[in-house]
């Protein structure tokens, strides 16, 4: 900074001030909202099979009520993330918790089939802003603590899942899936009513011109972490690059138009379609494609995988199954079996947050999830021909740490290589292609294991996960301990780190 006139950026800022009282309170906000679509993605592995039994429904049906949810979520994840980067991180996620919350609840008065199916698409273009939030808290938090921290707000996706397996296992025998559907929508709920005091991303206010607004909310991040703002001149290094080496390129053109509060001469009336193509079209620019490409990939292993164990969790230990050899059965109850075996597997989630906290800041984002997709496939391997239940419940233990290391490292490393100006569009992008994944699962290999072909669906898992571990051996650099870059033009110096 210079002596006469200091200049600070928000990573700047956020460093000096350090993480304290305002980030937890920014935490505990992101983290309801992850609960909640925690929630509402596991719901979906109880739901589909007590509807089936009350309706009489077809094995294909059954699937569409989970795979019209992933349709939804694919919509929502690319819309969300440019709604997000061109009208705010705020505007993005309260349009999401009020359909989420709307549909879910509204899903437990469904008269029919038709009308669940259509409520349950909602819930899922609404669950589609999950990636807003993520990338809202990660512009809140210092570099220096960035992946630990990002490992801590992934613990809510966990916490999500067990208090919906919790839920599952009182509500399911006695009060049935309606209950479970409308008590589901609760923490969308809880997101609405504490709205007005989410303040809005700095970096995005700083990137678009509006830095006394910026300036205003780490204002308040000094107050609440009792510290003092740093003295100077709040900038971007993006305003900055902009002024100082300004060229007329394709890149720059795109980039300027996200500065709508600033003083340059930006037309206010751009085309939205305009807009949406500028922004995929910088995910696909030459400094970003090879990232891009290998994040889809990534994304779309990820979710096929995670959600595929969660469902094979009750599909592989019910023993109502006609595939299942009569000498693995037991002459036990059956009524609670499946939200037993799904409430205990959900517990894998914590060892696999805790394998990702220990590995994150010190092996680096490629290396964990490389090694963790690896080791998955080896937990799945003996599943491959049918096992005892209690062999069979402990493969996908292990098997889902595993997944969820690699699912939230993703989440860590997705935000890190797109710039400030993409960087929910990049994400929202990656998660809608990672819902493709969450279409496919329940109607391939789900639908195999109905036909009695477990062998093939286990295949096809360890398929899609090994070249996923392939595919993040190809990330073209590391982001532990990098800054968040602003512009595209930056990414270059991120490559030289």
Not at 18 to 30: D, E, N, R, S, T
Not at 198 to 211: D, Q
Not at 329 to 342: G, L
Not at 441 to 456: F, I, K, R, S
């Amino acid at each position: 900074m210079e002596g006469r006139n200091p200049k600070f950026t928000v990573d700047e800022a956020l460093v000096a001030m350090g993480f304290g009282k305002f980030q937890y309170l920014v935490l505990a906000y992101a983290g309801m909202g992850w609960i909640a679509e925690a929630m509402e993605m596991m719901l979906l592995s109880f739901v589909g099979p007590a509807v089936q039994a009350e309706w009489g429904l077809s094995s294909h049906q059954e699937s569409l009520i989970t795979s019209v949810v992933f349709a939804g979520m694919l919509v929502g994840a690319y819309s969300w993330g440019i709604v997000s980067d061109k009208h705010g991180r705020r505007n993005g996620f309260l349009i999401t918790a009020i359909v989420t919350c709307l549909a879910g609840f509204l899903s437990g008065f469904a008269p029919n089939y038709i009308t669940l199916i259509v409520l349950r698409c909602l819930v899922g273009i609404g669950l589609g802003g999950g990636p807003v939030l993520s990338s809202w808290f990660l512009e809140f938090i210092p570099a220096p603590d960035r992946g630990t921290w990002m490992v801590v707000f992934s613990a809510f996706w966990t916490v999500g899942t067990i208090l919906e397996a919790s839920l599952a296992w009182l509500i399911m025998p006695t009060l049935g899936w309606r209950w479970l559907l409308a008590l589901s929508s609760l923490p969308s709920f809880t997101l609405l009513l504490f709205y007005s005091f989410a303040p809005e991303s700095p970096r995005y206010l700083c990137l678009n011109g509006r830095t006394t607004e910026a300036l205003a909310v780490l204002g308040i991040v000094a107050r609440l972490n009792r510290v003092d703002l740093p003295s100077g001149q709040l900038v971007t290094e993006h305003k900055l690059e902009l002024n100082e080496n300004f060229m007329p390129t394709e890149d720059t053109h795109l980039l300027s138009s996200d500065f709508e509060g600033n003083e340059a001469k930006v037309p206010k009336n751009v085309d939205s379609k305009t807009e949406s193509a500028s922004s995929l079209s910088m995910l696909l620019s030459p400094k970003l494609i090879r990232s891009t490409l290998l994040l889809w990939l990534v994304f779309f292993g990820n979710a096929f995988s995670y959600y595929g164990l969660v469902l094979l969790t009750t599909e592989l230990t019910s023993r109502n199954s006609p595939c299942t050899p009569r000498a693995l059965h037991s002459d036990k109850s059956q009524d609670t079996n499946p939200y037993r075996d799904v409430f205990i597997a959900s517990f894998a989630e914590f060892p696999g947050l805790l394998l990702s906290a220990a590995t994150v800041d010190r092996v680096g984002r490629k290396l964990s999830m490389s090694a963790m997709f690896f080791t998955c496939c080896i937990f799945l391997l003996p599943l491959v021909f049918h096992q005892s239940e209690t062999l069979t419940t402990a493969l996908l233990f292990g098997a889902r740490i595993c997944i969820t290391g690699t699912f939230t490292i993703v989440y860590i490393y997705a935000p890190e290589i797109y710039p400030t100006s993409i960087r929910t569009t990049g994400v929202g992008v990656a998660s809608a292609i990672g819902r493709i994944g969450g279409i496919v699962c329940p109607l391939v290999a789900v639908g195999l294991v109905h036909g009695c072909h477990q062998t093939a669906s286990i295949l096809l898992f360890e398929i899609v996960i090994f070249f996923s571990g392939i595919a993040v051996l190809f990330f073209p650099f590391e982001t532990k301990g990098c800054e968040l870059s602003d512009s595209v033009s930056e990414i270059k110096q991120s490559n030289a780190i």
